[in-house]
């Protein structure tokens, strides 16, 4: 793991891309600006999908060796997970 991902905050992405989505959805911002936002909104998302990526493969290593554990996609339709 490099020192870049080391230090990498999941939460403060998403929240700061979550600020970028809205400040473009608001139509307010001149053309630069919103190319600007644009353009750091998709590095955020790149940064938190290969940081949910890693996570996804850690708990899959995790219960590799626990064959009483069934891995399966998430459903968020699903009500009875908890």
Do not use: H, W
């Amino acid at each position: 793991m490099t020192k870049k991902n080391k230090n990498f905050d999941f939460e403060a992405s998403l929240n700061e891309l979550e600020k970028l989505v809205d400040a473009l959805e608001t139509g307010d911002l001149n053309l630069e600006q919103s190319l600007q936002d644009f353009e750091r909104g998709i590095t955020l998302t790149r940064s938190c999908q290969k940081a949910l990526t890693q996570a996804q493969q850690k708990v899959q290593i995790l219960l590799a060796n626990d064959d009483s554990v069934t891995l399966s996609d998430y459903d968020a339709k699903d009500k009875s997970m908890p």
